[in-house]
């Protein structure tokens, strides 16, 4: 199973981005897609995930950040708004099929001040 995000790019605090992930595999609702994010000299670390149509976010990102996802399209989509330097690391989708995951190539995310 192949994951490819894009959406990333460099953006002024305060402003938006939407990530999108294309899977090569077909998205049922069972299916756990979620994204992760990485800073420099950080751990990974959960962002938002979707299942089932229960969505599940960060702290840090709750009311700012919007999953969601088409399953025809075999897309995942992360809406950022009101974006803060914080934010500014390396985004990756992952997906579960059964006990398998996936992870995608990551996305640059940089927010300046």
């Known amino acids: 199973v192949q994951l490819q995000a894009s959406g990333g790019g460099l953006v002024q605090a305060g402003g938006s981005l939407k990530l999108t992930c294309t899977t090569s595999?077909?998205?049922?609702?069972?299916?756990?897609t979620a994204w992760y994010r990485q800073a420099p000299g950080k751990q990974r670390e959960f962002v938002a995930s979707?299942?089932?149509?229960?969505?599940k976010y960060s702290d840090s990102v709750k009311g700012r950040f919007t999953i969601s996802r088409t399953n025809v399209a075999r897309q995942v989509f992360l809406e950022m708004d009101n974006l803060k330097p914080e934010d500014t690391a390396t985004y990756y989708c992952?997906?579960?099929?059964?006990?398998?995951?996936?992870w995608g190539q990551g996305t640059q995310v940089t927010v300046s001040s």
């Open positions: 992952q997906g579960s099929w059964g006990s398998s995951e996936y």
């Open positions: 595999r077909g998205i049922l609702s069972s299916t756990r």
């Open positions: 979707i299942v089932m149509n229960v969505r």
